[in-house]
């Protein structure tokens, strides 16, 4: 998922992103268009639902909707700060708990508990007591690696953040900015919950040493610098370990024509981060009725089994299936790392500034 907390399906599919959602209301993005029969859903690239279900949606609510793409989720929450008290939609969806402390500060959201919320794992619901914002999903942010170069150079891949800074690792990871991608950042706040205070900043200078690349975004990271993704294929990338999400080896055997009967590429899953995301009703919003109605929608079960396949995350309300395709080739996290809401909201601006320090100036 982005900064996205989410996997681009069509970026993995074609190297290119995210195919858009055709905007099912008309107008210019206001959500008084229709008689107020229009939702705006405003959110980041990577948010995508099967037509058919957006459809059953808006007959059976009897509203529209429309979704505008702002970029990746930290681009996308940029802008609602910018503009909080009158806001572009009626709907945020998109930020997780790396970011959330920002949404909240600022007071983006009007407080509403969404139906079915019950039914939601009581530890995706990291603001259950005044509901600013509905959990929607998660995923887990990890090193991937890609299984041929591995096999090739008889090379056992990584299996911890440990092992990443060993030698036979030299110059063969890719990681996105801590300071402008959520995969990113996530990453830095795993190695914190691994390290501590104390000792994460003398594991990324290890990391430096050992040939550690840094780019902008997650797109850039896995379509065009790691080896294992279709995109890395076609760009004759070198770098056989990237951060990216536990579901990233199921998109890439969806994607693949022939599919594989094995995914192309695996998880390191002892460096994983849980990521958290979740949705909420702006401020100000013009369809505030059509937008409680869409919350309820993010976390039915219809959308909720839908979801796994189109953004590559994974559903948080109990009982909702996966599909075969992440139980057959997707991987679970061992003991995924976390870190408390309020520590990020504390310490997120000086671990980010103390890491570029070191990584990339």
Known sequence: MSTTFRLAAGALAAAVGVTALAACGSGDGGSSSAGGKTVTVVTHDSFN???AVLEEFEKSSGYQVKVLKSGDAGAALNQEVLTKGSPRGDVFFGVDNTLLSRALDNGL??????????QVEAAAQLDKDEHR???????????????????????????????????AYKDLLVVENAATSSPGLGFLLGSVARYGDDGWQDYWKKLKANGVKVV?????????????????KKAKADRPLVVSYASSPPVEVLYSKPQP???PTGVATGTCFRQTE????????????????????????????????????????????????????????????????????????????????ITVK
């Open 216 to 232: 902008d975004g997650w797109e850039q990271a896995y379509n065009q610098e790691f080896s294992g993704s279709a995109g890395g």
């Open 49 to 51: 639902v099967t037509p």
């Open 278 to 357: 979740f949705a909420g009703l702006l401020k100000g919003a013009k369809n505030e009725a059509g937008g409680k109605a869409f919350l309820d929608f993010l976390i039915s079960k219809r959308f909720q089994e839908d979801m796994p396949l189109q953004m590559f995350v994974n559903p948080v309300l109990k009982g909702a299936k996966l599909p075969e395709l992440f139980t057959t080739f997707g991987e679970m996290a061992v003991d995924p790392k976390t870190v408390p809401a309020a520590d990020i909201a504390k310490n997120r601006e000086g671990w980010v500034k103390t890491w570029t320090s």
């Open 109 to 118: 959201f009007t407080p509403y508990e969404a139906k079915g919320l019950g």
């Open 261 to 263: 009967a094995q995914a």
């Open 133 to 167: 914002v509905t959990p929607v999903d998660t995923g887990d942010i990890c090193v991937n690696y890609d299984k041929k170069y591995f096999a090739d150079k008889k090379l056992a891949p990584p299996k911890s953040f440990d092992d990443l800074a060993e030698p």
